[in-house]
């Protein structure tokens, strides 16, 4: 129990200070962006607050990824939109807690590995669009309630106050590292607006976040086949777009910090967090790429950020609503735009012209499903299946075989490259049945038996020599290949010559 409880990391030095004042910094932007993806559920601005405690606490705390910050999320929001306007907000909670089982079995299944299949290109195109994401919410600020754009006055304030907010967010750093430049920045701006008296949007023309303690509260929905029917689609989805989200953080921010969370130890804690958020009146969550790195650009490392920001936004709802309704939504605007920006994987612009073309098709395609869809997991599915389709057919063509005849007249076939379904026919095309002497000989040193369909194939070319009366003998399979052929043996008939002399590289290791 001890690896789940320990809130720090003992093997390096822990800055107290600066996980204290970066995780109040996220707990300062959690606050608009709890509220408006609750809004975006149809829910009440509470049940996004109290998801974001509840989730913020619960992985700082056995989360495999310390200085990840979760919470209520607008990919989670998009999923359970249409089952709070038709069910309402009971059956969601029942839904928050279903997912959280999941996600729970997920992870003590392991899942998490998953994750070594998605590409580079992909997480690319994920982390720009997902900018983008951050980036358009953003404009919304800087409309009027009716949904017209700003003009005049209040467009010009709110426009100037966010520009300096993203200036000191990026110039504070070049002077002095000892405080948080985004926490300066809102205190600079809060300051000025008060202290001026100027008139500009603050978080409580938003939503009133007044509230105390996250409630319990069993879901008050029928037990029964129907319910199930009814939340499961949703909580698989909520449960997969969670764990999606939450994992390409986790490496994203594993890339930045060069150190390595644990995906599966992470999938079950969010689980947990999930479980408990509907039993607390919470919409649920998962990992929030931009608060982790807000807080991840702050300093912070260890747990105690995480801990931090999630009291912090607990004491802002039960006992400092009236001051942070206050906080210019100028300040909080600068800050998002400033966490897109750094979001934005600049550098894999420079791979235009430099990576192969689908990889950057990849990339592009999981940006705009991302950016305009809305969907995190329809993006990161549909980038992962294009790069397997390209992978396949690339590996598909590159099969290759080099014939010759040795002194006793037996023809070889060396086959270079894997043998599987997309490569089969290729393969088929390279002998010669009718012209070949009575034996032959395929060599597999270069290559590998892949699946079912390599096997078929092998039983077929056997098949068709043996017809006109000629041998085949398989050699050099690597093991992995003999135990495909040995379980198949009942299915096909082939001969395989042993190389006693023949050992693998990675068998001598």
């Not at 049940?47 to 910050?69: H, Q």
């Not at 070319?461 to 398989?474: A, F, W």
């Amino acid at each position: 129990m001890k690896k789940y409880f320990n809130l720090f990391d003992l093997s390096q030095k822990v800055d107290y200070k600066t996980e204290v004042l970066s995780g109040l910094t996220v707990a300062l932007a959690l606050v608009p962006e709890a509220v408006a993806f609750a809004l975006m559920a149809g829910l009440s601005p509470l049940t996004g607050l109290y998801a974001a405690f509840v989730m913020g606490i619960v992985t700082s705390i056995l989360g495999g990824r310390p200085g990840m910050i979760s919470g209520a999320t607008g990919a989670v929001a998009v999923v359970i939109a249409a089952l709070a306007l038709s069910h309402g907000a009971e059956y969601i909670f029942a839904c928050v807690v279903l997912a959280g089982i999941l996600q729970i079995t997920a992870g003590f299944l392991r899942l998490g590995k998953l994750m070594r299949l998605v590409p580079h290109p992909v997480i690319f195109g994920f982390v720009n669009g997902l900018a983008i994401i951050i980036f358009m919410a953003q404009m919304h600020q800087f409309k009027d309630a009716s949904g017209d754009w700003l003009t005049g006055m209040p467009m010009a304030v709110l426009l100037g106050l966010a520009l300096l907010t993203m200036l000191i967010i990026w110039g504070l750093p070049k002077l002095t590292k000892v405080v948080p430049s985004s926490l300066v920045a809102i205190l600079v701006i809060f300051g000025i607006v008060a202290g001026f008296g100027i008139d500009t949007k603050t978080v409580g023309d938003i939503a009133s976040i007044q509230g105390g303690f996250p409630p319990f509260n069993i879901p008050k929905v029928p037990l029964s086949l129907e319910t199930l029917l009814v939340i499961f689609p949703y909580a698989a989805i909520m449960a997969g777009v969670g764990l999606i989200e939450s994992l390409l953080t986790l490496n994203i921010i594993d890339e930045i910090t060069e150190t390595r969370g644990r995906g599966n130890k992470e999938a079950i804690a969010q689980g947990i967090a999930n479980v408990l958020s509907g039993f607390f009146s919470g919409m649920g969550g998962c990992a929030m790429l931009g608060q982790s790195l807000i807080n991840i650009s702050a300093g912070a490392r260890a747990r105690l950020s995480g801990i931090v920001a999630s009291v912090a936004l607990l004491i802002f709802v039960m006992f400092g609503a009236n001051l942070i309704e206050q906080l210019p939504m100028a300040a909080l605007t600068g800050l998002m735009i400033m966490v897109a920006i750094g979001t934005f994987e600049w550098a894999s612009l420079r791979t235009f012209n430099k990576m192969p073309k689908s990889d950057i098709f990849v990339m592009v395609t999981v940006t705009l499903v991302t950016a305009f869809l809305h969907n995190l997991a329809l993006a990161v599915v549909v980038g992962v299946i294009i790069a397997a389709l390209v992978f396949a057919w690339d590996n598909a063509i590159r099969i290759r075989a080099r014939k010759s005849v040795d002194e006793n007249g037996v023809k070889n076939y060396a086959i270079y490259g894997p043998l599987f379904f997309g490569s089969v026919t290729t393969f088929n095309s390279k002998f010669d049945v009718i012209n070949d002497p009575d034996e032959i000989i395929i060599d597999f040193e270069e290559s590998r038996v892949v699946d079912m369909s390599a096997i078929e194939a092998l039983n077929k070319i056997t098949e068709r020599y043996s017809k006109v009366g000629k041998v085949v003998k398989l050699r050099h399979l690597s093991p992995d290949c003999h135990k495909l052929l040995y379980d198949a043996d009942s299915l096909i008939d082939v001969n395989v010559q042993e190389d006693p002399n023949y050992k693998l590289f990675v068998d001598t290791l």
